[in-house]
């Protein structure tokens, strides 16, 4: 049973679906597709200056192992001042060889000047994010290192544009994105996870981990409250919530509320 469009899929399902992969995806059927996806990039940035977008997400791990056997080793992440301390201790353990670090400098004061921001309910909220952050860096590391395209590790099962006619396009500011999982189903992404036994971060071990994914702690998604968006942090990660209370009233209320 495919897990369908990412959106109407829950968190047991993808549990489900990662401990059953094996009957859903052969290793032979991955290999085919990563061989043509491998053939896909090698063509594409051939004679080109190209580079990957890694976020330490399941799709992005993957994107990086299919770049590395396509030859294309140069990559970047783009964080900020407000993610989880553990997925942060994460990335400096597991990033590629040389991949490039770029903060793009959100923090508790700038939060505390945008507090509508914090826990999205809304997708143009959550859109916003990947605006400042991972987009901002990727516009970055383009212009710095004059790349003819980024690689990145969209899919349309995903709600992911991609392109209209093809994988790769050109946005207004000159970024190129070239999208060679575009295609992939969740499962082909379980699938290569599992058959190359590939690190994922401890986001995925969270609560709602696979719906909400690699992001700041108040870009968290499916909260549907801030006071639920507090409580969730606070159990992953208490600290963060304590340091916050230092700017935002919502994470002083809670602690005073829940008697913390």
Known sequence: MSLGRKQSISNDA????????????????LDALTASTVEDIRATT????AAYAWSGGKDSVVLAKVCEMAGVTDSMIGVCNLEYPAFMAWVEANKPEGCEIINTGQDLEWLS?????????DSKTAAQWFSIVQHRAQRLYFKTHKLDSIILGRRRADGNYVGRK???YTDGKGITRFSPLSDWSHEHILAFIHYHQLPLPPIYGWANGYLCGTHP?????WTG?????????????????????????????YLEVAGK
């Open 166 to 168: 093809s994988n790769i």
């Open 225 to 253: 409250s801030e006071e639920n968006g507090w409580r969730e942090v606070y159990n992953i990660d208490k600290s963060v919530v304590i340091t916050a209370a230092d700017y935002l009233p919502g994470a002083r209320a």
């Open 14 to 29: 993808w549990l489900e679906a990662v401990a059953s992969i094996e009957q859903a995806v052969s290793r032979e059927e």
């Open 113 to 121: 000047r945008h507090p509508e921001m914090l826990f999205p309910q």
């Open 46 to 49: 051939e004679g080109e200056h």
């Open 217 to 221: 702690w108040p870009a968290r998604q």
